[in-house]
Every structure is written in C-alpha cells, then in structure tokens.
C-alpha cells in the first residue's frame, strides 16, 4: 500500500484514505451516545478522535476461515486487514459482533485459526451467531467454543450501557427449499426475554441470515421471523444486524432498521442477477475494493438511528467478471447527480428495469422515494446505488440532504 499521510494535517488525507479503504476487509462502528444508537463508518471512526460517546461496537461477518477457491485464496488476508482496522480506531469498541459463519467447514483447526486471529484484537469482549457452515458438520464444536453461556442452540441477550443485545440462531435444521428458522422454543424465550424491557430500550438483534425476505428464491430470509419481530414492536429503536448474503442490503420498517454486512472473504451476487447463490468470482484487482467497502455513516439531520452504507466504488467503474452462474449485471437507466440536480429529472422505464443513481458532485448526496420503496446510501463522489422497480406507476424521490432535488421515474 502506498503512503498517503496528509502531513499538513498529521494524518491521512481524505482522497488518500479512500485509496487505502480498498485494501480493507469490511467492518461497521456502532455509537451510544445520549440513549440514542447511531452507526459510525470504519473511515470516519479513523481520522474523529476520541469522542464522548457512551461506547461503541463492531461488526463483521462471513470470515469463512478455510475457504480458497478463485472467488478469493486468501481470506486470511482479508480479515486480518479488517482487524487492523478496529485495532487502529482511536476510541476501541467496547464490543465485537460476529454475525455467522466463522469458519467454511467447521474444522476444528479453522476456529483455531480465527480464535488466534481474533485473540489479537484490542476488542476482547467477543459474540457469535453462527452460520449455516459453522453447524452444518453437526461436530458441535461451534457450540463447545461459543455456547457456554448461550440458551439452546446457541441464543442469547444481555444489557451494555442501556442497549439490550439479543443474539439469535436461525440456521439450525435447514430444510431442503426453505428459509432460515428460529423455532417455536427460541420464539417462547425470546418473548419472555423482552416483556419487561422498558419500551424505551435500544434493541440490538444479530443473527446469521437476514431477518426479512431479501430474497426466498435463495433461502434468503427466515421463514418465522415475524413472530419474532412481533415482540419487538413496542420498542422504540430496534436495530436489526445479519450476514449471510455478503452484500450491504437495508431495510427500514416502522420502528425496525434492518442491516447485512458484506463478507470479508468473497462476494456473492446481487439477488436474481445469477442462476444461483455462491462465491463469485470478480477480477482480481477488484476483489478487495468489494470486500473492503461495508461501512456505516452517522446522518446528521436526524436523531435516530441512521444506517449509512458508504461502499468505496472504483472511480474507473471496475465491474465484476462475468461467469456462466454469475453473469456481470448492469443497470438499464443511469441518473446522473451532478451541481445539486438529477439528470435526467423525469425518465420513463420498463417495469422490471434497474436504475443507477451515480454522483458526480464533489459532496454526498442519498437518493430516497417519497414512498419509502428505495433509499441509497449516503453516495460520495463518484459513487453509484441501483435500485430496480417491479411495479408499474409514478415514483417521486428527493435528496434527503438537500431536499429541493428532486426527480420522478415512471415506470411503464
């Protein structure tokens, strides 16, 4: 990596710090400030300083210790650059979430190596929701590493500084077809684990597949979670963080703020792009720049939770390679943001076509529809967000930064 210290201010320079983040594994920073949860990107973590924040945390994600395929033969690497990261935040995370799949065949000698990986982190306080690889081999070993203080097949809560953290499992007997599932005993403890939380309490939900239907087609989502959520409901902030798809997707439901991270070993495809889930193979010098890009940025024109995905994207438009399984995508209709302005203001497209939201300008913008059916991420210069539109009608959208830009896509 070359050195892009800005001397002048003691560090290192926005531009430059982009340029290092692509070499990064993926990793989100989670504040507590004033009773009030709130995501920090790894990025801006780096050049804040100390802060007076109650405390914060960390999540990573599918580290698959054991894989080497093409999709990615170093995941070592990988992680250990995302760790480097957390170990260099100027004020360390109280707390560290792994959302599942530890390892990519459960061997006992693939949790060592990640317990020695992770053993080095300034971070000790250390959670673990398994994934489907963790338990698949039914050797328990996950379970005699990480059970101990667990209920069942491995859940569990507990409270840090006002934040109620509840750890769910829901790869357990995966059925041939189906989703992810918690069960009817996980759902008894889990309603009684809530009922006398005070309504006020941030909950914090992590488990391994997505909590919402991303996508049933691939298994991804879980079939029982509504029973689940239901308990969550007279919450006033639920925060709801999972892995498994190894991609950033959101989710804004009422009261519920739903996250998947990336992985720190290999991308997979964006839902419906492929004929199948599965490691996907990008070209080589694009493969960290995918891996290093999950990040999450504090909204400061509100004062709830904001989930801020901020992805480092190649400036050069690096796209992904195209393979039989995995065919390289791109969007039908491209709206360029450019001096405070959509362009163009009105497009007309086919039901069913992806539009591309690429930002031009030299400060961020976030896309949303007035109807809430899609919200990008905080977008940087030169940063692009897709979304695809199934159903036919008129859809408004806004810059929530700068709410006087505005735009409209009819969808035929």
Not at 165 to 173: A, D
Not at 315 to 343: C, L, Q, R, W, Y
Request: charged letters at 20%; aromatic letters at 8%.
């Amino acid at each position: 990596m070359s050195n892009k210290l800005d001397e002048s201010n003691g560090g290192i320079s926005r531009r430059g710090f982009l340029e290092c983040m692509a070499w990064l594994g993926t990793g989100a920073v989670w504040t507590m400030t004033g009773g009030v949860l709130r995501s920090e990107p790894l990025t801006n973590a780096l050049a804040l300083g100390k802060k007076s924040n109650d405390f914060t945390f960390v999540q990573i994600s599918d580290t698959h210790i054991g894989f080497s395929k093409d999709a990615n033969k170093d995941v070592i690497s990988t992680l250990q650059s995302s760790l480097s990261m957390i170990d260099a935040l100027p004020v360390q995370p109280d707390l560290l979430l792994h959302t599942g799949d530890l390892t990519h065949l459960a061997k006992p000698e693939q949790f060592d190596t990640l317990a020695q990986m992770l053993s080095s982190l300034r971070v000790k306080e250390q959670f673990f929701s398994p994934g489907e690889h963790d338990v698949a081999s039914n050797n328990n070993e996950f379970l005699q590493r990480y059970g101990k203080k667990t209920k069942g097949d491995g859940w569990q809560s507990f409270d840090h500084k006002g934040v109620h953290f509840i750890g769910l499992v829901n790869v357990m007997n995966l059925k041939a077809g189906g989703m992810g599932s918690l069960g009817a005993e996980q759902l008894e403890w889990l309603e009684r684990d809530v009922k006398h939380i005070s309504h006020s309490t941030p909950i914090v939900v992590f488990a391994h597949i997505p909590l919402w239907s991303v996508y049933p087609d691939w298994g991804w989502g879980t079939d029982d979670s509504a029973q689940a959520l239901g308990y969550l409901k007279k919450f006033g902030s639920v925060t709801v963080l999972n892995g498994h798809i190894h991609q950033v997707m959101q989710k804004v439901e009422g009261n519920v703020t739903f996250h998947t991270a990336m992985s720190t070993a290999f991308p997979q495809p964006k839902p419906g792009t492929a004929k199948s889930p599965g490691p996907m193979k990008v070209n080589d010098d694009a493969l960290r720049t995918l891996l290093g890009t999950t990040t999450i940025s504090r909204m400061s024109s509100d004062n709830m939770i904001a989930i801020v995905d901020r992805p480092i994207v190649s400036a050069s438009g690096m796209m992904m390679k195209s393979d039989e399984n995995h065919p390289m995508t791109s969007a039908d209709h491209t709206v360029t943001i450019d001096n405070f302005k959509f362009t163009p203001e009105v497009i007309e497209v086919a039901t069913g076509s992806t539009v591309r939201f690429l930002n031009k300008d030299d400060i961020p913008h976030q896309v949303v529809a007035n109807n809430n059916e899609f919200k990008s991420p905080l977008l940087d210069t030169d940063q692009f967000y897709d979304t695809t539109l199934t159903a036919k009608g008129v859809v408004k959208y806004y810059c929530s930064l700068h709410p006087k830009m505005t735009g409209e896509i009819h969808i035929l």
